[in-house]
């Protein structure tokens, strides 16, 4: 059975007093977060699980660190189970859907912490082995990648949101527009800005990968 | 369209036609077609692309054992609101729509008792004398008085 169905039992044939289970689509997280709300700590452990991988993606790459970024995400989602009855869905006064608030959150919190004077390097960010490259060709991988998140982590917070947010994580500029309370044409220059800043750190890295 | 924009375009969301504005991504693939100039462009964005597509940030779930302890942290962090409804009783997790009952009604009452009890203080006892006050208050109050 799935945990995250909600499920009814119906009468198939009322005269021959048969039943039937019919299983109806996921809660949706407008729905989690209503029960969320109320204290529910099951619709919590469904939304946590739902939304967790992609979490800890958006705030590992603010953070330039995998532990950096999981710390973020335990916090944001803290604050989703404590400020659950403050959020509205759209149509219930609200204006943003659940995940641009919880990304916005994200965003605020790896801000923050991106400020603070101290944090870890990029050296945390573990790259799956690829078993079907030979050691040199793993080593190459790693440094390109490293090389990358470092010039991202050079960027301005802002210009790094904003790549993160639509290269990234591949939402729509009115998407990330709404997470950082920006203008869609802010989020377009802040993206134009982050894109040649980082063509110019890496041309040579990536000439290299063209000519490979 | 023109190459300006094209570039602008290929600046901010890079190669994938996908991920362009969908009113312009028609135009900007025509012009991709028919200039070689646009077409560089393109490839660039491409290689670009590619490359930041090499920074990798693993993905959570390819190690469950690491996902599941995450989010066992998560959710037994989540303890049950104890001041749950006491917030609900205070209004704090109503909208000002919702809440401006409450409050009018608090308003009404806390008139209506000082109003009360405005009145009982006014009231005039006719047989109560004055000199009686002022003996029970010596008697009652021997510090004040020294």
Redesign the interface.
Same mark, same amino acid.
């Given at each position: 059975m799935q945990p995250n169905a909600a499920i009814k039992k119906t009468e198939a044939c009322p005269g021959r007093k048969l039943s039937r289970l019919t299983v109806t689509e996921p809660r949706s997280d407008e729905n989690l977060m209503a029960a969320i709300?109320?204290?529910d700590?099951f619709a919590?452990?469904r939304l946590?699980?739902r939304h967790?991988?992609r979490t800890?993606?958006l705030a590992?790459?603010l953070m330039g660190s995998?532990a950096d970024?999981?710390e973020v995400?335990?916090e944001a989602?803290?604050r989703v189970?404590?400020h659950a009855?403050?959020w509205?869905p759209i149509g219930g006064?609200g204006n943003a859907r659940f995940t641009t608030w919880l990304y916005r959150i994200v965003v605020n919190l790896a801000i923050d912490r991106k400020r603070r004077p101290v944090h870890a390097a990029m050296d945390d !960010?573990? &790259?799956?082995m690829d078993e079907a490259d030979d050691g040199f060709a793993q080593i190459h991988?790693r440094q390109?990648?490293d090389a990358?998140?470092a010039a991202?982590m050079r960027l301005p917070e802002r210009q790094r949101v904003a790549l993160a947010l639509?290269?990234?994580e591949?939402m729509s500029?009115i998407e990330a527009a709404k997470i950082m309370a920006l203008s869609v044409g802010a989020i377009?220059s802040l993206?134009?800005r982050a894109?040649?800043a980082?063509?110019q750190e890496?041309t040579g !890295?990536? &000439?290299e990968?063209?000519e490979g | 369209m023109k190459l300006g924009r094209f570039s602008a375009i290929l600046d901010a969301y890079g190669a994938a036609p996908e991920r362009w504005p969908a009113h312009e991504r028609e135009a900007a693939l025509e012009l991709a077609r028919s200039s070689l100039p646009a077409a560089r462009a393109l490839s660039e964005a491409h290689a670009l692309d590619t490359t930041l597509l090499r920074m990798s940030v693993p993905d959570i779930e390819s190690d469950p054992e690491r996902f599941i302890s995450l989010r066992s942290a998560i959710v037994s962090a989540a303890q049950p609101r104890i001041g749950n409804w006491f917030d609900r009783w205070l209004g704090v997790d109503l909208t000002p729509s919702q809440l401006w009952p409450s409050v009018a009604g608090l308003t009404v009452a806390t008139l209506l008792g000082f109003a009360v009890g405005l009145g009982g203080l006014i009231q005039i006892d006719p047989d109560h004398d004055a000199d009686d006050v002022a003996v029970l208050s010596s008697i009652d109050l021997p510090a004040a008085s020294q």
């Open positions: 709300a109320t204290g700590q919590f452990a946590v699980e967790l991988s800890v993606g590992t790459r995998r970024g999981e995400a335990q989602f803290a189970w404590t009855a403050r509205r006064g !960010v573990d &790259e799956p991988r390109v990648s990358v998140a991202m639509c290269f990234f591949e500029n377009e993206l134009v894109r040649r980082l063509r890496l !890295v990536y &000439e990968l063209s | -």
